[in-house]
């Protein structure tokens, strides 16, 4: 169970391109959902926190404006890197929890790796 | 704000020997967690710790949290190939509905 589907796995696009990832939790209700960026073989850099029906929260230094995040269902999560550039390829990863709760475990995806040509 | 600082960044271990790595936070937390990250794969869950000295095992995993609820440890009792990965603590502050991941220990195995 608890179940996380990233799409897509991998792209390539050219700069300038906005790119849209999408999020689900097959098994679940994720009220809450994560997204992290994750550099080669550094840690996991969370960009936002996605509660299903509401803004999003987004950390220190994250550009809003940027990284959309919508979380319109309790399935679904989307993360829109606007115009792209080569500085936005990286590892992006979402994760999440199946209830309100602080102490509920993530699950994550298996992960988005985005080139930016 | 909350910072959790994790080592070693790498060990390299001969397959049956012990490994430990060992998570720190500058603030009190609420609770930990422990990820598994495979090379090319994303970060499994492993265990969560709440209570103040808590120790939990699995198989031949030894999961520690601190009396302070600051620190906590994950031993590896004789290795096995199968455990290559990086480990992540990630920290619960008790104030933030948050938690911030460790840098990660990664652990290679020499079979």
């Known amino acids: 169970g608890a179940v996380v589907s990233q799409h897509p796995s991998w792209v390539i696009c050219k700069s300038g391109t906005s790119v849209k990832i999408e999020c689900r939790s097959l098994?679940?209700?994720?009220?809450?959902m994560f997204w992290y960026r994750q550099f080669p073989k550094q840690s996991l850099m969370l960009m936002a926190t996605?509660?299903?029906?509401?803004?999003?929260?987004?950390e220190q230094g994250v550009e809003k404006d940027k990284f959309l995040i919508n979380h319109a269902s309790l399935t679904l999560s989307t993360l829109t890197v606007t115009s792209a550039h080569p500085e936005d390829s990286s590892f992006y990863i979402c994760?999440?929890?199946?209830?309100?709760?602080?102490?509920?475990?993530?699950?994550f995806g298996d992960g988005t790796r985005l080139s930016i040509l | 704000g909350q910072q959790v600082m994790q080592i070693p960044q790498y060990q390299h271990v001969q397959e049956g020997e012990d490994f430990t790595t060992y998570c720190n936070s500058s603030?009190?937390?609420?609770?930990i967690q422990w990820y598994k990250q495979r090379p090319g794969g994303h970060p499994v869950f492993l265990i969560q710790?709440?209570?103040?000295?808590e120790v939990k095992k699995q198989k031949r995993l030894t999961f520690q949290f601190g009396e302070a609820k600051k620190n906590s440890s994950l031993h590896i009792t004789a290795t096995q190939t199968t455990d290559v990965g990086t480990y992540f603590c990630?920290?619960?502050?008790?104030?933030?509905?948050?938690?911030?991941f460790g840098d990660g220990t990664t652990l290679t195995v020499k079979p």
């Open positions: 994760s999440a929890i199946t209830g309100a709760s602080s102490n509920q475990p993530q699950h």
């Open positions: 098994d679940f209700q994720a009220t809450t």
């Open positions: 996605s509660n299903e029906g509401s803004k999003a929260t987004y």
């Open positions: 603030t009190t937390l609420s609770n």
């Open positions: 710790l709440v209570k103040s000295g």
């Open positions: 990630a920290g619960r502050n008790t104030n933030a509905g948050k938690s911030t």
